[in-house]
């Protein structure tokens, strides 16, 4: 089994409507990202949590919002979609300490028509 | 901020052939520096990590160098393979006031002609 999840793996969906991403992880990480990528920007950070009481903005978090509810999950919600957030959404784990090191999830494919 | 820049955007070699993938940064307060390989449609996978006290490590038919100071790093593969096509993402690890982020360069896309 994949130790970092992400559902669902494609998702077309409406402007306006509101969108939840999820992201499991089974590795026992206790910090949690969500990236975006879009053609030609590369990756970008959208909110980052060093611990379950623990949120912070990263670059690009205008529209989006998380929830941290355990160690082990962490999601990702737009609430009111439109399609400039059309991209590729990536969650990513990371234990605290030398070395560190981001395992990334499989990715989710939104289209916001 | 962070900026990272990769160089080039594309490469296309034949296979069995030595290349050099670069990497530029502007800051060199990093905690480290990766450099990930991303497969078409697929997530990211971590090769090599350097920390930054280090400045160089190898894994395989990989090595990866830092230079700090030149605000460098670049990933050596040899006896390139068709299999090596992919992506591939340098990315730093800064530190700051109330931050810890990943910055991470647009990517080289390498393809290996068998």
């Known amino acids: 089994d994949a130790d970092v999840t992400q559902t669902p793996r494609n998702r077309i969906t409406k402007t306006g409507k509101r969108i939840m991403l999820e992201c499991s992880q089974t590795?026992?990480?206790?910090?949690m990202y969500w990236y975006r990528q879009d053609p030609g920007l590369g990756l970008r950070l959208i909110y980052y949590?060093?611990?379950?009481?623990?949120?912070n903005k990263g670059e690009i978090s205008d529209g989006y919002s998380v929830s941290r509810q355990a160690q082990a999950k962490f999601s990702l919600s737009l609430e009111s979609a439109i399609p400039n957030q059309t991209a590729l959404y990536f969650c990513?784990?990371?234990?605290?300490?030398?070395?560190?090191?981001?395992?990334f999830g499989p990715g989710t494919r939104l289209l916001v028509l | 901020k962070q900026e990272v820049t990769q160089i080039p955007a594309a490469l296309s070699v034949p296979e069995g052939e030595n290349l050099v993938l670069n990497c530029s940064f502007t800051d060199s307060a990093i905690y480290n520096l990766q450099w990930f390989r991303q497969d078409p449609g697929k997530g990211l996978t971590s090769l090599l990590l350097?920390?930054?006290?280090?400045r160089e490590q190898t894994s395989g038919r990989l090595n990866a160098s830092l230079d700090k100071s030149s605000g460098r790093s670049t990933l050596y593969i040899a006896a390139s393979q068709p299999g090596d096509s992919a992506t591939y993402l340098c990315?730093?690890?800064?530190?700051?006031?109330?931050?810890?982020?990943?910055?991470f360069g647009k990517g080289t896309k390498l393809s290996v002609i068998p």
């Open positions: 949590s060093f611990d379950v009481k623990d949120i």
């Open positions: 590795k026992g990480h206790d910090r």
């Open positions: 990315a730093l690890l800064n530190s700051g006031a109330g931050s810890y982020q990943l910055t």
């Open positions: 350097i920390q930054s006290s280090q």
């Open positions: 990513a784990t990371s234990r605290q300490g030398p070395g560190e090191t981001q395992y």
